[in-house]
């Protein structure tokens, strides 16, 4: 491996605090996926949570915004897998990439942007960026020889390999990640200057330690930077890799595929004419196995062409089918397409967000998606909301009045003995509801949507509670007194859901728009920044009271029953 002295370069221009509040800028960006297969679950919980977090701004009128994805369409790999398919690289990528588009669409990713790397204007853009690292002098010709794996289109040190067997028995080396194989090659290659932007990059880092969240995998690239960072091999020699980008001036080398990838997250926002309005106000959502790529090398070209890091780097990890890893060899890898047909599209959505937790790997299996959507979905909240609407208990189909006698507005939950027909329990209630759209908004905040979630399902838990403990269907209504009460527990209860539905827009939108619609709360009323929950308690007037309820369009989420496929499996323990 040809290793050069250090050469300095400029150092990155200094970094600007990222302007917050409305009519902020922000682009979302899932990684690219690989068109050499379809779409497993794992490219979809990359989007849905990219998805998640940019319903959840707009909800909240932040500002423009943007949710780009797409294909990565280059490479060794894709041009080996059209060969064995015996097609041609650019049918096989069209095909491919349509069934990601399918998916993405079909499970309601509010995409505003679907790059594919074999665009023109996608690469006009990679071979501009080239010209500029060129221009800075971060690039140089040399010698370049190492392992190499085909399947992560990277090469490899030898810290990160092991020595295994293959089919034919015969001992070979693999990546200790991925556990594909990796074989010796020698090329004369165009190398980037990775190594002088080892300080900059440490600089970086230590001056934004939010840029990089979790923060395991922060501290993760930390520990990265304090070991050297060797020069990056950037371009492949052009008879080996045919499908590809050509270095611009030298036709016998092709553009890596990575940096080619990578560029897309500025070809989306209009590289090199107008991309100033977007970058850096930029978040990546990536999966730990790509997160090198991204929180290191990624970040050093940005420097070396005179930009700025991207803000955020929000990583997650992968999910494992019961316990076991995703491979095409265990026959295991789960198809997002069954799985919504079978879930519906709000119930797969709801179970990965949900039960995702990016700082670890998380398990799928069939019966754990059924406990989670039906006890959550389809009995806590669907439950709910039938059981408050239904017309033996409200029969005039509208939106009860609050009784402030009923329900006196005290500042201590231990002052309501005597005082109207509220218990401290209810007080409770009030206040975590009245705390929850602050509380989902700072998990939002901090990738941790599952948390989120997490809390909207308890204080669910704790309406439906309230709605049982005061068994409102017991309550005389021909008594004035009784009416009062019932009237409250209902009205109650449906400003509860008001906020749940609101709430969980960006998980499941189809659901959370049925159980809004009715409600009656119309669209203009669904927004994040103007919600207010239960006004009349403060003694102001709450717009839905007296309002006729939205039609009744039968059970709001249907429970799920185990499908035939299934019935012969055991139990996980």
Known sequence: MLRLPRRRLPPPPPRRAARSGPGRR?????PIFYANGPPHIGHLYSALLADALHRHRGL?????????????EHGLKIQQAAAAAGTSPPELCER??????????????SFTDFTRTSQPRHQRAVQRFWGALRAGGALYKGSYEGWYCTAEECFLPESQLAERRDAQGRPCKVSLESGHQVHWTKEENYMFRLSAFQDPLWKWLRENPHAISPDPFYQLVLRWLEEDLPDLSVSRESSRLQWGIP????????????????????????YPVAHGEWWPAVHHIVGKDILKFHAVYWPALLMAVGLRPPERILVHSHWTVRGQKMSKSLGNVVDPFSCMEQ?????????????????????????????????????ALGGLLNRSTALSINPSNTYPCFSESCFPNISDSRETKGTGR????DYELLASVASLPLQVAGYFEGFQIYKALECITLCVRQTNSFFQRHRPWKLDRKDPAEQLWLDTIIHVTLECLRIFGTL??????????????RLAVEPQERTLSSLTFLPRYSGKPCPFEGRQLGPDNGV?????EKSREHQGETKKP
């Open 96 to 109: 491919v990439s349509g069934l990601f588009r399918q998916a993405l669409a079909q499970a309601g990713v």
């Open 504 to 517: 969980l827009q960006p998980v499941i939108p189809h659901t959370a728009d049925k159980l809004l619609s």
């Open 26 to 30: 922000l682009l979302l960006s899932t």
């Open 422 to 425: 509220a218990s401290a329990e």
């Open 60 to 72: 909240r009128g932040a500002g423009p915004g943007r949710l780009s994805t797409g294909t990565d």
């Open 556 to 560: 709001l989420f249907h429970r799920l």
């Open 343 to 379: 879930y519906t599209v709000d119930g797969f959505r709801y179970f990965l967000l949900r039960q995702g937790v990016p700082e670890r790997d998380c398990d799928y299996y069939h019966e754990k998606v059924l406990k989670v959507v039906n006890s959550e979905l389809a009995d």
């Open 247 to 270: 270095v611009p001036g030298d036709p016998t080398q092709t553009i890596y595929v990575w940096v080619d990838a990578l560029v897309n997250y500025l070809s989306v926002v209009g």
